[in-house]
């Protein structure tokens, strides 16, 4: 079921989506070649807990089972895709594409997103597929309304994808959120006919999130048991925001 919040969890949410707005553009400052990924964590951490938050990745099992993610912010650089942890060894180099993934708990609901920065002078793909993803979210973002499938949603940004010559993964897609990190339904980035019987409603809030790779879409998930990689090494881009539907479109909650 797909639920609905109220004027005050709305309100609430959209306190939270600043607090975590106003610490991703924080941390996205420090993304410099020598930093490790650790130290973006740790100040990610502490700004949230400043802020009367809590992390919502941190110790959250995604399946309900195992072991809970082990840091508060996801740091996943060039081919990872998600859910890349946060170690002291992740050092960020010159050029890299970093993708900085938090969630933010506050009075009990949840918001989620994720900004892109790259780490002094990158490459000119790298630069297009940062502006280019950012831009599927964008398109994706003028489709939610009452009344539109999400499948309006998933053919916009694939569109914009092809049209540029990437592809969009297929094996992760967006959320409901609130309550918990995750809630249905799911969102596909991609046309596809079972989203047509999604009709969105004023209240409903989705963590949208395209992932758009250089390459092919294929992705694996990695020997640490978290981080999600491209299959062939060449480059992924990952923009998300929070929003929550409204009478005639869309408000974005987590706005940086
Ligand atoms: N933003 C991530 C997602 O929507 C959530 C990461 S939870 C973690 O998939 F535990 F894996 F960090
Ligand atoms: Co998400």
């Known amino acids: 079921m797909i639920t609905i919040k109220s004027k005050k969890e709305i309100e ?3 306190e939270g ?6 610490v991703l553009r924080h941390v996205s400052k420090k993304v410099q070649p020598g930093v490790s990924a650790k130290y973006l964590d740790k100040l990610a951490r502490e700004l949230v807990f ?15 089972t195992g072991q809970g993610y082990p840091a508060a912010l996801c740091v996943s650089v060039n081919d990872e895709v998600v859910h890349g942890i946060p170690t002291e060894e992740k050092i960020i180099q010159a050029g890299d594409l970093v993708k900085l993934d938090l969630g933010v708990e506050y009075k009990k609901l949840h918001t989620d997103a994720t900004i892109m920065a790259g780490a002094g002078k990158i490459s000119p793909v790298a630069e297009k ?11 994706g973002i003028k489709k939610i309304k009452p009344g539109a499938s999400l499948n309006d949603y998933g053919r916009a940004i694939e ?9 969009v993964v297929r094996d992760l897609v967006g959320h409901g959120v609130g309550y918990s990190i995750h809630e249905p339904p799911q969102v596909f980035n ?10 969105l409603k004023e209240g409903m809030t989705l963590a949208l999130e395209p992932m758009i790779n250089e390459g092919d879409y294929e992705i694996f998930l990695a020997d ?3 981080t999600y990689k491209t299959a062939d090494g060449k480059l992924n881009g990952h923009w998300e925001h929070t929003v ?4 005639d479109g869309c408000e974005v909650l987590t706005k940086i």
Request: glycine letters at 10%; charged letters at 30%.
């Open 159 to 167: 569109a914009h994808a092809l049209k540029n010559n990437f592809e």
């Open 244 to 247: 929550v539907v409204t009478k």
């Open 17 to 22: 989506g600043r607090i975590l707005a106003e």
């Open 129 to 139: 597929i940062m502006r280019v993803t950012k831009e599927c979210l964008e398109l």
């Open 12 to 14: 609430i949410m959209r």
């Open 190 to 199: 991609y046309a596809d006919s079972r989203m047509d019987k999604v009709i």
């Open 50 to 64: 400043s802020m009367g938050g809590r992390p919502s990745f941190l110790n959250y099992k995604p399946g309900g």
């Open 224 to 226: 640490d048991g978290w």
